[in-house]
């Protein structure tokens, strides 16, 4: 009896660390779907309304512009959308905007560093920047 009811808690185990990791792995995904659609849907209206900012604020840009997902490495992984800007033809090419994060000490003091790299795949195994382009905005949705 003693050994049914440990093989019984031992395979209750192995399902409930198994559908958390799931679940775990199953959240991920459709939140990094979901940006998916949210830049595919919305991308357009977006970059506009960034554009009609900048141009109702004095500081309109002159250069073609796009929204891309951001991509995040460092603590925990995150996406969201930025604006990117520069040339038509160099600008065709960005598909995304790497987030790179880390952290500097100095004289007592503790900075944390972010670097947004334009990119010219959603890979971030292998950082491909798009030199000639640079972040002009960066989307935050409230959730």
Partial sequence: MTRKIAVILALMFVLATTTVAFADILGDVLKV???????????????????????NRGAENRDATKVVPIL??????YIGMAQVTGPARRLETVKAVAQLEGDFGAIGAKFRLKALVPIASENLKNIDRVRGIGVSAVIDIKL
């Fill in 72 to 77: 995040s490495i460092g603590k925990g992984g």
């Fill in 33 to 55: 779907g979901g940006i998916g659609i949210l830049v595919t849907k919305f991308s357009k209206p977006l970059n506009d309304a960034v554009n009609t900012l900048t141009l």
